[in-house]
């Protein structure tokens, strides 16, 4: 079946300087495990063409299609605070964008591609298992309601990869609002090209952020956007209890999507400075440090921007702090409103996020489940019925005061208990990936050929607010005393 892609490649027309054309590496024997059908549909593609053997080629990097323009998009970065001024696209290689059926413009990006003009000294490949990863964790934000890239399919190339030991290969294919980072930004800035900047901003207030394009400060406008994004996207990551283990600016979407899915992980045990990340040594990125990491972030892009701000460094300067003093309360108002919906509130209160951290403080002191208390919360706001949520607390009497405190700010509300449990279970989910769910799909994929677990887990996470989901054999925590588990960048 012959497959047809309407590319419209927008960054692939901007100067020389922001990428090069690069193709990606045929490899030996491309076999499709994964395809996402409702995704490929959205983006106006033929699921049946890209599972055939077209498809597949196309998918592995075999061939190029009609209208794809490959390239490996340049961008800098700060890694753990050090900047690198040359990061780019070591492994991935954007085929073109294609505008869906909704009029929104997405990158079709293949990653594990081969290598590029950035590869440094990397293989330009990925391994199947952190494929297998990307997928199934970006598909669960998406679920969730997260903003995120999204992954149409991953390919097994046939041939292996050298990490600590030889590994299974696979190209996944990831879509994205865009792949244009706060490095990207940085990029140019380091090298002092205010033609490029203001190129990129162009490109990306069109692209991103229409409002701004029809403002005569551009600049500032989409720095303030960037951040109202930013903001919001971290507090949907604290409510969902995501890690994301590398908040590198080079791993920072401008669009607002949650990008790179290397040594990221769900909580299991509420645990403000959890860290997954083998890399991670000094928890620079641990969960409750993200909304301050996404701030300092948003920093280096302002601090980017500043030739394009004013004329004058002060005038300049004083604009962007004005911008970036904006990130707090946005995050804060965000955080609070996310909370309200899973508690279930529909009135606010001055003190509601006094209730929520009170929760919040027993359950990181009884190391109950995040997303199970929140959950049962439901059936505790519905009837009063305890058992499920306060047994989630090494101490269950220590829910039981907070419970009280609860039922008293309930009273206050105007709603029917049997409408609110309905909206708790719609804020709520059942089923995150869980980090020893992931694991052994993963395992079973890399160790024994065996995908069908991979497939189970990623149904299941399709539909994370269902109320059957409760019973879901993906929705039980780990043992209370299993031992963490530590997750890599998968590079
Ligand atoms: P990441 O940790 O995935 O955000 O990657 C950081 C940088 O390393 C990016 O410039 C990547 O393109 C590059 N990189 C990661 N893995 C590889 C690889 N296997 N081959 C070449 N470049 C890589
Ligand atoms: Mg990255």
């Known amino acids: 079946m012959t497959i047809s892609v309407p590319f419209d490649n927008s960054y692939a027309r901007l100067p020389e300087t922001f990428f090069r054309r690069t193709p990606p590496t045929p490899v030996g024997a491309p076999k499709l495990a994964a395809l996402n059908r409702t995704l490929a549909r959205e983006l106006g593609l033929d699921p049946e063409a890209l599972s055939g053997a077209d498809g597949v080629n196309a998918l592995a990097g075999n061939a190029v299609l009609p209208g794809s323009e490959p390239i490996a998009t340049a961008y800098a970065g700060h890694q753990f605070g050090h900047f690198v001024p040359q990061l780019g696209d070591g492994r991935a290689i954007l085929l073109g964008e294609v505008v869906d059926g909704a009029g929104l413009r997405r990158d079709i990006q293949l990653k594990g591609a081969g290598p590029t003009p950035f590869s440094r000294r990397g293989d330009g490949r990925a391994a199947l298992g952190p494929v297998l990863r990307e997928y199934l964790v970006s598909e669960a934000m ?85 951040v109202a994004r930013q903001a919001a996207l971290i507090a949907q990551w604290l409510h969902a209890g995501f890690v994301h283990g590398v908040m590198n600016t080079d791993n920072c979407s401008i669009a607002g999507e949650t990008i790179d899915y290397g040594p990221c992980a769900f909580l299991d045990a509420y645990n403000p400075m959890a860290v997954y990340s083998s890399i991670d040594e000094h928890g620079r990125y641990a969960f409750a440090r993200q909304p301050a990491i996404a701030h300092w972030n948003l920093t280096r892009l302002a601090e980017s921007l500043i030739p394009l701000l004013a004329d004058d460094v002060d005038q300049a300067v004083a604009k962007a ?38 929760l919040l403080d027993r ?31 090494d101490e269950p009497t220590a829910f039981d005061d907070w419970g009280v405190r609860y039922h008293e700010r309930l009273a206050a509300e105007p709603d029917a208990a049997a409408e609110r449990r309905a909206r708790m279970d719609r804020a709520n989910p059942a089923i995150i990936p869980r980090n020893h769910h992931v694991d052994a799909a993963l395992r079973a994929a890399v160790e024994d050929d065996d995908l069908a677990p991979f497939r189970a887990l990623s149904a299941a996470l399709a539909d994370p607010f269902a109320r059957d989901a409760d019973a879901s054999p993906y929705a039980a925590p780990p043992a209370r005393d299993a031992d963490p588990i530590r997750t890599f960048c998968g590079t």
């Open 142 to 226: 998406a679920a969730l309601g997260v903003p995120t890239t999204r992954a149409l399919a991953a390919v097994v190339t046939g041939e292996q990869v050298y990490r600590e030991t030889a590994l299974p290969g696979a190209v996944l294919t990831r879509v994205a609002a865009s792949h244009i980072r706060v490095g990207t930004f940085q990029f140019f800035a380091a090298r002092r090209d205010a033609d490029a900047l203001k190129a990129l901003v162009e490109h990306v207030v069109t692209r991103h952020y229409r409002d701004a394009a029809e403002r005569p400060d551009k600049a500032l406008a989409l720095l303030e956007g960037v």
């Open 321 to 358: 702090t004005t911008t970036l003093d904006g990130f707090a309360p946005a995050f804060e108002a965000a955080y609070v409103a996310g909370y309200r919906r899973k508690l279930g509130l529909e009135t606010e209160r001055a003190d509601d996020m006094d209730l929520v951290q009170d």
């Open 363 to 393: 359950m990181a002191e009884g190391r109950a489940d995040q997303t199970l208390t929140f959950r049962r919360l439901g059936a505790f706001a519905e009837t009063r019925d305890h058992a499920g949520v306060r047994d989630l607390f």
